[in-house]
């Protein structure tokens, strides 16, 4: 299809608006953007009319477990070992027909709220790309690979991982992307992460994994897998047995120093960071405003949904933003600007995806249309300060990823989502009496 936007406002990036702009596309890529007058120079194009909108780019979920959806509100009020501990044990019982179906339902909710593009970590890597093309998304997908104390199962998960990565990176077009998702430093010994990662080399795709979330992390690692840190960081561990680099997406990164900071930023490593799952869980408080001045990418993601409990970024950039004001006393930490720019450009390229986060010519036509037309969108003097303080999920009223329709004015375009709305409730609750857990 051949699309022509002409929309209130046009932000190209979260520091480059266009008043009256106009946005055209051509199959999978914008081609041109500019003043609305630009619209007369493609007089057989499909006209969108978007005078009450603001376009986007299409926000990118840095971090997410999708199929956690069927567990939403299973294990609240819980600190994280607690909270591992059910969830664990409900995931041992987790069938493939799940995963896809919460997988859907990840989607649904991504998509109805300006999410394009997801990086998930998660099992039956096969289900996740089936909904993520069936849904018309684009997603990054991983086996999370966990040893603990099980070599075997570790190395099964790896060759799980592999195996994905041969089968599904660069299915539907290329929407589907497969990265090694070794889940933590406390799960996965030495030689396991280093194994993932020359893997995730030879195949040229990116690692995905937990980093510095807890406080005690460290502890729990040196413990598990006899590392002799004696005070050193698991940055600095990490860093000195070659994992970190620049294909490496390290999830949360809370407890870490200056020098961890600097040693990120040194070898390229993306964060993404996720300030509501954090909070709800007690984690602690990513030093983003440090990571953003010291050049780290960082990207915004939501976690799951059994630990945030929704998938909405607009939620997500608020409490980013907010969160450093009301802790450190200071209103210009992360300003809206940052805060969008991390649900965005940031999060493409902390996930080295080129093409994505940014309404420019050339790239991939992943695009949002937020409809302004609300008591509490109005007046719009400064569209960046109502998307990230304002908008919420609910006011996206198109969505279009990869040149093609895929949300539009409340309906899903691609499945058919009442039918996924029911039998996720069903699979939720067929899961839970599986796993002895009460709804």
């Not at 266009?18 to 630009?38: F, K, Q, S, W, Y």
């Not at 069936?134 to 990054?140: H, K, L, P, S």
């Not at 089968?167 to 030495?190: D, L, M, W």
């Not at 840190?229 to 994992?243: K, M, P, T």
Request: net charge negative; hydrophobic share 40%.
């Amino acid at each position: 299809m051949e699309w022509k936007i002409l929309a209130r406002f046009v932000v190209q990036t979260p520091h480059r608006v266009i008043r009256n702009g106009c946005v055209v596309v051509e199959g999978d890529r914008i081609v041109d953007v500019g003043r609305a007058g630009l619209s007369g120079r493609y007089p057989r194009y499909e006209r969108v009319d978007a005078q009450d909108c603001v376009v986007i780019p299409g926000l990118i979920n840095a971090h997410c477990h999708a199929a956690m959806t069927l567990m939403r509100g299973i294990a609240d009020d819980m600190p994280l070992d607690r909270w591992l501990g059910k969830i664990w044990s409900i995931e041992s019982e987790l069938r493939r027909e799940d995963v896809y179906v919460g997988t859907v339902i990840a989607c649904l909710e991504m998509v109805r709220s300006g999410t394009t593009c997801f990086n998930d970590m998660y099992f039956y890597p096969g289900a996740v790309a089936e909904a993520v093309e069936e849904v018309g998304m684009r997603g990054v997908i991983s086996v999370p690979i966990i040893e603990l104390d099980d070599r075997a199962r570790g190395e099964r998960l790896l060759r799980e991982g592999e195996e994905a990565v041969r089968e599904h990176h660069g299915r539907a077009g290329g929407r589907v992307r497969c990265s090694f998702g070794p889940h933590a430093p406390y799960t996965c010994g030495p030689e396991l992460l280093v194994r993932a990662r020359e893997l995730a080399d030879r195949y040229h795709v990116g690692v995905h994994i937990h980093m510095a979330e807890t406080r005690d992390e460290a502890k729990r690692a040196d413990e598990a897998y006899d590392l002799g840190l004696n005070g050193r960081s698991l940055v600095e561990y990490l860093d000195e047995i070659g994992f970190l680099g620049d294909n490496v997406i390290a999830a949360h990164c809370i407890w870490v120093t200056d020098r961890d900071i600097d040693i990120l930023a040194r070898r390229g490593v993306g964060v993404a960071s996720n300030p509501v799952s954090n909070m709800k869980l007690a984690d602690g408080i990513a030093p983003v405003p440090e990571m953003l001045n010291r050049g780290v990418g960082v990207g915004l993601g939501t976690d799951g949904a059994a630990s945030n409990n929704c998938l909405d970024l607009f939620e997500e950039m608020k409490a980013a933003a907010l969160l450093y004001k009301a802790t450190r006393g200071d209103p210009t930490l992360i300003t809206a600007h940052q805060a969008l720019e991390m649900a965005t450009l940031g999060a493409a390229r902390a996930l080295r995806l080129e093409g994505l986060g940014a309404v420019e010519g050339g790239r991939k036509a992943d695009l949002v249309l937020v409809d302004l037309k609300r008591p509490r969108l109005v007046p719009t003097h400064d569209p960046i300060s109502h998307l990230v303080y304002a908008v919420k999920g609910g006011d996206v009223k198109t969505v279009m990823i990869d040149g093609r329709l895929v949300y539009d004015r409340g309906r899903i375009l691609t499945v058919d989502e009442e039918g996924f709305l029911e039998r996720a409730q069903r699979a939720s609750e067929s899961l839970m009496e599986r796993a002895g857990v009460g709804g």
